[in-house]
Each structure stands twice: as C-alpha cells, then as structure tokens.
C-alpha cells in the first residue's frame, strides 16, 4: 500500500497546532495577554502568492487590533518598481537575471518614516502588521511567518489570483508572472524566510485557505532538525496541466497515484505531523534551517544552501509530443542568466511501450543553421513532424538510459514512463518552438556540433559497474559527462549497506516491488519503500541499510552531488 501522506512527526500534544481562523486567533488572543504590555505589536511577514488582503481582513474581523497596516502600503509607486524590475527582466527569458535586490529596496523612505512615527506614537492597543517584508517595519512582540508552497503559489497564477511583489500584473501571461516570481519575488522572499525560520514565534500555513494552520515555531524548527535526521518523502501533488484528471480527483489505481510523486527539494512540500495535525511546509526550509546538517559541508562550500538535484516523472504513453527542447551551455547561463552550473539532464526508462524511442541531437548531415532555417519554417503538426526527422533516433527499452548534454536538441522519449534526473530547474528550458521566430537565430550561438549516433549508443548511455562482498553490482551511469552529480544503478538480492559519506543522496525504487530502510543504531525509525518511490537521505544519516522484501531481484537509483 503506497504511503499518500509521508511525514516527519513531531510528538506534541493534540492541540499544538491551530487549524481554522477561529482557533488561530484563540491562540494568538492567548499571547496577546501574556505578553503583558500595553502596546502590542503583531507582524505577520509572507510569502510571494499569500492572499495578503483577504488573510488580513479575515483576522481583522477576529482579532479586532486596534490599528492595522499593510507592508505594501509602504512599497514605491508601481511604475518604480516595474522599472527596477526591468533591469533584471529584459522583457524575455532569453536575456534574464537572478535579482539582488531585497524587500528593503522596495520601500519608499518616506512613507517608512511616516508609518513608523505614528507607530511610535500609539501608546497602547493591538498593532497587526501584515505583508511582505512587514518584519522591517518595526520590533515584533509577536513574529508570525507566513509561508506559501511554490506549487500552490502556480495554482493561483494559473486562476489569475494574485500579482507580483508591488505591482497589478495578475492577468498578464503566465509564463510573464512566473518568469517575475522565479527571478525576482522567490528571491526577495528566499532572503526573508532564511532570516525569519531561526527566530519567528509562529509558522502559518495558508496553502488551503479554508483550512489555515498555525504552528508554534519551536515545534516546526524541531520538525526541520528531524526531517535531517531520517529519510524524507515530498508531499504527493497532482498537476492538471500535467496528469491524468482522474489522479487528482482519487479516481485513480494505486499503481497510478505512483505517478503524483516527483522529488525536487527546491519546489515541493514535505508535510509535519504535529499532533493530530498535517502541516505542510517547503522542503527547501529544512535546507535552509540547517543547510550543512542537511546537504553536507562539501555540497554546502560549493552549492551554498541550494540542492540541485532533480527527479521527476514524464509520462508519454498517451501522446506524441512533438514540442523539441535545448538547454543552453554553461557561458550562455552565466552572461545571460547570472548561474553558474548549466544542466545535466539523465533518462532513466521506467517503462516502455512498443517502438519507444528518444530523439537527442541531429544527425551528422544536419548543421545548426539548417536546423535553425527550417526551425522557422515550422509552423503546422505536418512540418514539426518533417522537423524532428532531423534527430537522431534510439530505440528504448525498461531500464535504459541516457544522458543528454546542454546544448543538444532533443525530443522527450515517446510512448514510456521516464524518470528524469537534472541538475537546472525547468525554467532554463526552451521549447524551440515558442522562441519568437526573429530570435531563432541565437541557437545558431551555442548549439554544439551535433556527436554522431554512435557516440551516443556507447558514450552517453554508457555505463562502469563493479561488484561487492554482498553480490550487488554498482553501476556507474554516464560517469564522464555528469559534471555536478553521481549517478549510480544498484541491483542485489539480498540486504545492502549504503554509505552516504557526509553527502546529501537521492534515491528511487526501479526495480521491485518493496523495500525496507534502516539507520545504524536505530538512528530512524524504518520506512517502507515501493516501487518508483524516490527519498531523500539527508547528509546527516552515516548509513543506511536497504532490506528487500519477498524474493527476485532489485533495482536502486543513487544519486549525490559531487563534491
């Protein structure tokens, strides 16, 4: 039976978290005395994708503070703001950077200094202060943060809900506001939440408005120390846009719900049991909490508190996707983009059909210009068809794989389950056929002369094993071209003792029905794992000991950044 609710419990009472606004406001009703002071101040700071306005009115009407005040009433004029973005956002993704601003470069300096004089002279009553960056305003006696989850955070730009940090931009284009969150929002927020997750007294999670949680901060910081301290599950999800309706709608077989689970530390959720509450909360907050403890000191002195290591599941047995994609190079990233790692994307067959295949680089005959030429040409089903021809073509089976540098041009495998291992998120990703055709000419600036065919066959699908005292072999996939992971297939029959070294690793069940996970000295309790399960074992486990359960042969995917 698949586990749909994996957590890390934290023992507390049943009444350590506060689920619904009646009860949230109970409790900070009950601070607010024992504070006993005449002037409190309650700051609420968030997350981009929060409803600020509505969550504010909602403990306006609750709480009844004598005097409330809105972070973003204090922000400079939009067309400033717009403007300051612009110079990261050069109007496309083609020419983008990461931002260095912070919250306080949003602020307008007088109408700071004007909230904080009439702040100063309230003498006595309840001050709620809310919003993004609200924590700068002035001293909390009462520090509440306020988190949101990135995949919620899509949801709500997908329905046209909420803007960008200072500006009215919700019914602009997706792809627009989340290019704006990604380089800019996620940032400013990132600096705030990594300075508040030590220090703040409460979490609030408002991922289901209808359902808020607040939590005590001691006892989500504990959930962060142990969330290092065992294997760790993402929080399943379910993407329209991506999956079959009937998944998000329960409709589906046990065997489907596999599907809802990818692992990408830096966007999904893990969930907290405290009490007979599920808090969810971003995974990236237990990086961030302790990153040495989490990733390691190696992975830590060379990513800092980032873990760039992806798994994700693309199904493409229903479809024939025609969309080709290409990931630009390391020198395109860093003058255009400000990153210094490109992508190491990694196929991994979990199951095919008949006549899969997957379509990486062109073929010896083609050139980049051509490629570009007829690239613009492309425009109807019939003449992408025409232009996919231009690819080399491999035929799959279960438990390839491949290895697709940046720069090639490729098309997804068809017809299979893949699981796909990367190192840059989704976003560096161009769809060749969404690049504005007057912009089609820059591919010709770093695609990279196409390898022939059988350069692919015995170098990027190419594999060293060795074998232990135990009988399992460890094979070693792509090892000359995965410049900033390890990528290693485990197959046995028997137990198996992992050694993590210090070092953050990923893992996926391939092949198997079940198997158990153990610590040295009980250091966790076991977990269950099933097939095409992935975890996470943070740097803090020494060792783990992987049990099979029932007879035949097992098959695991290891994965760790190298340091």
């Not at 596999?258 to 007979?276: M, P, Q, R, Y």
């Not at 980049?368 to 040409?377: G, R, V």
């Amino acid at each position: 039976m698949i586990n749909k609710n994996p957590y890390v419990e934290v023992q507390a009472s049943d009444h350590s978290c506060h689920e619904g606004w009646d009860n949230i406001v109970v409790e900070l009703q009950r601070q607010i005395k024992k504070q006993g002071k005449k002037k409190i101040i309650i700051t609420i700071d968030c997350y981009h994708g929060t409803y600020s306005d509505v969550n504010l009115q909602t403990l306006k009407e609750r709480l009844s503070p004598n005097v409330t005040c809105r972070a973003k009433d204090i922000y400079k004029d939009e067309v400033d703001i717009r403007a300051m973005a612009k110079r990261d956002m050069n109007g496309e993704l083609l020419n983008t950077k990461y931002s260095n601003y912070v919250i306080d470069d949003y602020f307008d300096d007088n109408r700071l200094k004007a909230l904080r004089n009439n702040i100063d002279f309230i003498e006595e009553g309840v001050i709620l202060i809310h919003g993004i960056g609200a924590h700068k305003i002035w001293p909390s006696d009462i520090l509440i943060y306020s988190d949101m989850s990135k995949w919620e955070i899509l949801q709500r730009t997908r329905r046209n809900e909420i803007s960008n940090i200072g500006v009215h931009n919700e019914q602009d284009p997706l792809d627009a506001q989340l290019k704006w969150s990604y380089f800019i929002d996620w940032k400013i927020c990132d600096k705030i939440k990594k300075q508040l997750l030590p220090q703040c007294d409460y979490f609030l999670e408002t991922n289901n408005w209808n359902k808020p949680k607040l939590a005590s901060g001691d006892l989500v910081r504990k959930a962060y120390e142990l969330a290092s301290q065992q294997p760790l599950f993402m929080a399943p999800f379910f993407d329209p846009e991506l999956w079959d309706q009937n998944i998000s709608q329960g409709k589906s077989s046990v065997e489907d719900f596999l599907w809802g689970f990818n692992c990408d530390v830096e966007t999904d959720n893990i969930l907290l049991k405290i009490g007979n509450c599920l808090f969810e909360t971003p995974a990236i907050n237990a990086v961030y909490y302790d990153p040495k403890k989490f990733l390691g000191q190696a992975v830590f002195r060379k990513f800092g508190s980032e873990l760039p290591l992806r798994f994700n599941f693309i199904d493409t047995q229903e479809e024939d996707d025609l969309a080709l994609f290409v990931y630009p190079g390391i020198d395109y990233l860093r003058d255009n983009f400000n990153i210094h790692y490109h992508q190491c994307e990694n196929f991994y067959m979990m199951d095919v059909g008949e006549k899969s295949k997957i379509q990486p680089g062109l073929k010896e005959n083609i050139s980049a210009e051509f490629f570009c030429d007829t690239l613009e040409k492309s425009k109807t089903k019939t003449h992408r068809k025409a232009l996919a021809r231009l690819l080399n073509k491999i035929p799959v089976k279960k438990h390839d794989h491949l290895f697709v540098p940046a720069e090639t041009i490729y098309k997804l495998p068809d017809n299979a389950i893949t699981l796909h291992i990367s190192s840059a998120p989704g976003i560096f990703k161009w769809n060749l056929y969404e690049i504005p055709v007057e912009k089609v000419g820059i591919l010709d600036n770093f695609i990279n002369n196409p390898p022939a065919l059988s350069h692919y066959k015995k170098k990027l699908m190419n594999q060293s094993s060795s074998v232990d005292d135990t009988g399992m072999v460890e094979e070693s996939l792509a090892p000359q071209y995965n410049q900033y992971f390890a990528l290693h297939r485990l197959w046995f029959d028997k137990e198996i003792e992992i050694q993590t070294d210090g070092t953050v690793h990923i893992f996926n069940l391939i092949e198997g029905n079940e198997v158990i996970i153990e610590g040295s000295d009980n250091q966790f309790k076991a977990v269950h794992v099933h097939y095409a399960e992935t975890f996470v074992v943070p740097a803090d486990i020494e060792k783990i000991i992987i049990k099979p359960v029932g007879e035949g042969k097992f098959g695991m995917l290891k994965s760790f950044l190298k340091s």
